[in-house]
């Protein structure tokens, strides 16, 4: 019992003292969420870019397409 007391005043310290634990994992969710989606983002833009910067650096060597 004193162990699952312990674990769950570690976890509120984890969530900087929230005043309701399960408040701060939702927002900890949510948060993770808003993360990801914002990673997706920054990976689609370096995808393009790369993309676009294979193409321009394309030569043609007796009919042939070599990325270089």
Known sequence: LYAKEDA???VK???NNVPDI???VHRLIADNE???K???GYVKEK???LKQRIIERK???N???LFR
């Open 8 to 10: 769950l005043v570690e």
């Open 13 to 15: 310290n984890l969530l």
């Open 22 to 24: 399960m408040q701060g």
């Open 34 to 36: 808003e993360m990801k």
């Open 38 to 40: 914002e990673l997706q």
């Open 47 to 49: 995808t393009v870019q």
């Open 59 to 61: 030569e043609v060597v």
């Open 63 to 65: 009919g042939v397409h």
